[in-house]
Every structure is written in C-alpha cells, then in structure tokens.
C-alpha cells in the first residue's frame, strides 16, 4: 500500500458504542482497507492478475450486453423461462 490511511470516527452526543462502531466499518469499506490486505497478503503473479482483470472486464461486458439485448427485445419472461422455451 503507498499510501497509509487513517479512518477516525468520533462519537456524537448520545451515539451508542454499536453505532460508532457501524460508522467505522462504512468508513473502513469505503477505503477499500480490508481489500487492500487481502490482495496484498499474498504474491500474485503478473499474468494472474492480468486474467483476472480480463474476466472482471468479460463478466462486465456480458451483463452490459444482456442488458442491451433485453432493451432491444422485452419480454415479461424471466431468463431462465425463455431459454426452456428457446430449447422447445
């Protein structure tokens, strides 16, 4: 990690301990501390990481285009209903 970060949360008048602390986790998510970690915790080979970046981009792709597609072609059909009828 470059740069270290600091999450500081400071009760508010009549907050309880379970709500600061629920602050805190928000706060500690949105900085993306725990990922950071997590993905720093062991070494990752260059190629793995670029693999897993290609599927991240596919899995984006395949949704945009499913939702495109559905755009294009509405039905009140769930999709595992309309490929049963696809296949009859």
Request: no cysteine; proline share 3%; charged share 50%.
């Amino acid at each position: 990690m470059s740069n270290p970060v600091h999450v500081e949360v400071i009760a508010r008048e009549g907050e309880s301990g379970e709500r600061l602390i629920r602050r805190f986790m928000k706060k500690v998510k949105k900085e993306r501390i725990l990922e950071d970690f997590r993905e720093h915790t062991f070494y990752e080979k260059p190629s793995t990481k670029r693999r897993k970046a290609k599927k991240a981009r596919d899995r984006v792709l395949r949704k945009l285009r499913m939702a495109e597609e559905e755009l294009e072609n509405p039905t009140n059909y769930s999709r595992k209903k309309r490929t049963q009828e696809e296949r009859e």
